[in-house]
């Protein structure tokens, strides 16, 4: 009993990051756009992990991407500057983002 307490604890506490950076991603409207995967209007996160996933400042190109806005990387549909995301919170999706990969 207290060693399935203890495995639960810790399926927790690694799973919890994930959902408070989902639920994020959904406070900030990502998920208008986004979905984890599958392509909507964007691409699904996890195309955008396994586009990135070998480039060492990702993390950084991918939050400036969020606060910003780009175009032309995935095709002729932009993406919004989303000036209500704070840098902090671009640096945690972009990190939440790349570990989907």
């Keep these: ?49 396994n586009r990135y996933a070998s480039q060492s400042d990702a993390t950084a190109k991918l939050a400036s991407k969020i606060v910003k806005g780009g175009s032309g990387v995935w095709g002729p549909v932009p993406m919004p500057a989303n000036n209500q995301v704070s840098e902090a919170d671009a640096q945690k999706l972009a990190a939440w983002v790349l570990s989907l990969k």
């Excluded at 690694?14 to 392509?39: E, G, I």
């Design 1 to 49: 009993m207290k060693r399935s307490l203890i495995t639960l604890a810790l399926t927790l506490s690694v799973a919890a990051p994930a959902f408070a950076d989902q639920a994020l991603a959904t406070s900030k409207n990502c998920m208008a756009c986004h979905a984890v995967d599958k392509k909507l209007v964007g691409p699904s996160f996890k195309d955008v992990a």
